[in-house]
């Protein structure tokens, strides 16, 4: 199965941006439709940015519409996620995921590989 390594989290001022990428080993990405997830401290997981296999269709929450973009590099086997205006409450733990279930989906259960995750931390 597909393996996933996240990178690019770190500590930031309110305002700031970072740069996320995930990087797939073991299988191509080309065929799996890839998400963002992140979970605060005491908050459950929730999801963050999806796109579709191909890139042209992509899907985000409400709360990062706007701010965040995730792209994707098939080549690279890479999945990034673009973060602008940075928020405290953007701080959390941010995973890569992968599902073969065929459809764009904001839903945890529908994938099946999940990286460890990179740390995310915006200060006021």
């Known amino acids: 199965q597909v393996q996933l390594v996240e990178s690019g989290g770190g500590l930031v001022q309110a305002g700031d941006s970072l740069r996320l990428s995930c990087l797939a080993s073991?299988?191509?990405?080309?065929?799996?439709?890839m998400g963002w997830f992140r979970q605060a401290p005491g908050k459950d997981r929730e999801f963050v940015a999806a796109i579709s296999h191909s890139g042209r269709t992509t899907y985000y929450a409400d709360s990062v519409k706007g701010r965040f973009t995730i792209s994707r590099d098939n080549a690279k086997n890479t999945v990034y996620l673009q973060m602008n205006s940075l928020k405290p409450e953007d701080t959390a733990v941010y995973y890569c995921a992968a599902n073969t279930a065929g459809v764009i989906s904001k839903l945890s259960y529908n994938y099946q590989n999940w990286g460890q995750g990179t740390q995310v931390t915006v200060s006021s």
């Open positions: 073991l299988y191509s990405i080309s065929n799996y439709y």
